[in-house]
């Protein structure tokens, strides 16, 4: 399917307000929107023509009435930790312009993609990170979540949201409601191992 491009940065779902910083992501996941559609939630095209850079959302983000939103959400159509330092460096921002609430939704990969220990850089700017769990076991990770980093990509996802509960005020784990009610319960353990909630959400 040929892929309809624009340059969405910000796009609103109901009283948040989202960004989408890259199409990158390490993960091919079976469920993934990207798979079946060029947008989300309504929103106009979330495949970027390229990756903005800071004068871009600098721009996007002046013109909006930002204390207007319940929550600010690092989320498009990539893995926003792919761009980690220009997540830290809008997150500053937007600090800078009042917003209470801002939530990173991730695949929890970021400690494999830089190569280091990152939760620590969130403290202060990330008030929820949100992580992918995807599945209750290894196997069932592997074949929902498919990471170009195999199967240690499972044990550091978990790892990356352990580290997060350190520095983030709100840490939870998330599934979609497509799993095998045994993957479900799987997840439920999980979560539970790592002492950190779980939301099961309806597939978009």
Same mark, same amino acid.
């Given at each position: 399917?040929?892929? #309809?491009?624009?340059?969405?940065?910000?796009?609103?779902?109901?009283?948040?307000?989202?960004?989408?910083?890259?199409? =990158?992501?390490p993960c091919a996941c079976t469920f993934c929107i990207r798979n079946n559609s060029d947008s989300a939630y309504g929103s106009d095209p979330l495949w970027l023509e390229?990756?903005?850079?800071?004068?871009?959302?600098?721009?996007?983000?002046?013109?909006?009435?930002?204390?207007?939103?319940?929550?600010?959400?690092?989320?498009?159509?990539?893995?926003?930790?792919?761009?980690?330092?220009?997540?830290?460096?809008?997150? %500053?921002?937007?600090?800078?312009?009042?917003?209470?609430?801002?939530?990173?939704?991730?695949?929890?990969?970021?400690?494999?993609?830089?190569?280091?220990?990152? %939760?620590?850089?969130?403290?202060?700017?990330?008030?929820?990170?949100?992580?992918?769990?995807?599945?209750?076991?290894?196997?069932?990770?592997?074949?929902?979540? =498919?990471?170009?980093?195999?199967?240690?990509?499972?044990t550091a996802m978990q790892e990356f949201a352990k580290d997060c509960k350190n520095y983030v005020p709100n840490v939870m784990f998330s599934v979609v409601d497509v799993?095998?009610?045994?993957?479900?319960?799987?997840?439920? #353990?999980?979560?539970?191992?790592?002492?950190?909630?779980?939301?099961?959400?309806?597939?978009?």
């Amino acid at each position: 399917m040929a892929k #309809q491009k624009s340059m969405t940065i910000a796009y609103q779902v109901g009283k948040n307000l989202y960004l989408n910083l890259t199409n =990158r992501c390490p993960c091919a996941c079976t469920f993934c929107i990207r798979n079946n559609s060029d947008s989300a939630y309504g929103s106009d095209p979330l495949w970027l023509e390229h990756e903005p850079d800071w004068d871009e959302i600098h721009s996007v983000l002046e013109s909006e009435d930002v204390s207007k939103y319940h929550e600010v959400v690092f989320c498009g159509f990539g893995e926003p930790t792919e761009r980690l330092d220009m997540v830290l460096r809008t997150a %500053a921002y937007l600090k800078t312009r009042g917003v209470i609430s801002i939530r990173l939704n991730t695949n929890g990969l970021a400690d494999l993609i830089h190569g280091k220990k990152t %939760a620590e850089l969130f403290k202060g700017l990330i008030d929820t990170v949100s992580v992918s769990l995807n599945a209750g076991t290894a196997k069932g990770y592997l074949e929902v979540t =498919r990471p170009k980093y195999g199967e240690e990509a499972y044990t550091a996802m978990q790892e990356f949201a352990k580290d997060c509960k350190n520095y983030v005020p709100n840490v939870m784990f998330s599934v979609v409601d497509v799993l095998s009610e045994e993957e479900l319960e799987a997840s439920k #353990q999980v979560a539970e191992n790592c002492g950190i909630p779980l939301r099961i959400r309806a597939l978009d």
